[in-house]
């Protein structure tokens, strides 16, 4: 089977595309959402991309926190911050698809205890 070059070009700008859609990620993103115990809160999210590595930081009410473990894959991205509740750390898993300016966000607490929902947009420069 014999591959044309229209083909092979846009093969070619997909991968291009997924690598451009994944650097888009990086600047800062803000989310007002409501937690499981009814509480409005607000994170403002600072991402750094280098190819599928995430880094940055998370701001809330609780102060500012790193991103650990954080990875893009396309429209996809998922990080991990450690938060301390009272005397006790608790991780939050947070896993989310990317749709032009906003993030869909399910964030769990390790272990499964509770997740809920946010969705972040990104902030204007």
Sequence with gaps: MRVSALSRALLLLAVFAVAAFAGDVSGKWKA????????TRENVF?????????TGTVTSPRGEAPISDGKV????????????????????????KVSGDEIKFTVEMEGGERSFEMTAKRMSS
Excluded: A, C, H, W
């Design 32 to 39: 007002e959402f409501t937690t499981p115990d009814g509480q």
């Design 46 to 54: 600072t991402f750094k991309v280098d190819g599928e590595n995430l």
């Design 73 to 96: 894959s396309g429209d996809q991205i998922s990080f991990s911050v450690e938060r301390t509740f009272g005397e006790r750390k608790v991780k939050m898993l947070y896993k989310g």
